[in-house]
């Protein structure tokens, strides 16, 4: 690591913090701005609620769990990582990079920070659902850790979260699955 915070891909470290109030505005539209990425990956046969208007921040921040944000140099978020607290576990509900700040190395930090954060609050793994092949799903997941959990294995509000997903149709666009990481 360069001694003024370059990494050593050239990217400057994004600085991450818990969300304030005032940032609360910007969660909503950072997800949002992430639909048309969905749409030219999945074209036509896109469905509808990838693309549909993303959770206002302050009920992110009302919900059991912690939001992050990473911040730009004006101290406006670029992204955020949503982590909710199920039934005594963490699980990793929302990563949004703004697409403008993407390729930078932002999810990944945003991650590392949620994995710190949950093994800091004491749980001993925290899990996601996500698309298995998407390239920034599933393959970006596996290279910070995680691994798919059999379906047989899977607890029960993973199960629910799963559910939920069929409900909402999201398994049209590809194999949705639960990955996991201790955090032990």
Do not use: K
């Amino acid at each position: 690591m360069d001694p003024d915070g370059m990494t050593p891909l050239g990217y400057v470290r994004p600085r991450i913090r818990a969300a304030r109030a005032s940032d609360l505005r910007h969660v909503a539209p950072i997800e949002d701005a992430g639909g048309p990425q969905f749409a030219e990956h999945f074209g036509e046969a896109v469905e509808p609620v990838l693309l549909s208007p993303a959770t206002d921040g302050r009920h992110r921040a009302a919900e059991p769990g912690f939001l992050l944000v990473a911040v730009g140099e004006d101290d406006e978020p670029v992204g955020f990582v949503h982590v909710l607290e199920l039934d005594g576990h963490a699980h990793l509900e929302q990563l949004s990079v703004h697409p403008t700040h993407q390729r930078r190395g932002i999810g990944a930090a945003l991650t590392r920070a949620a994995i710190a954060e949950a093994r800091a609050r004491g749980f001993d793994r925290l899990s996601l659902c996500t698309y298995r092949d998407v390239p920034w799903n599933g393959p970006f997941y596996r290279s910070l850790g995680f691994a798919e959990v059999a379906e047989a294995d899977l607890a029960p509000y993973e199960r629910r979260l799963r559910e939920v997903e069929r409900d909402l149709r999201l398994d049209v666009n590809g194999v949705r699955v639960v990955m996991s990481i201790a955090l032990g």
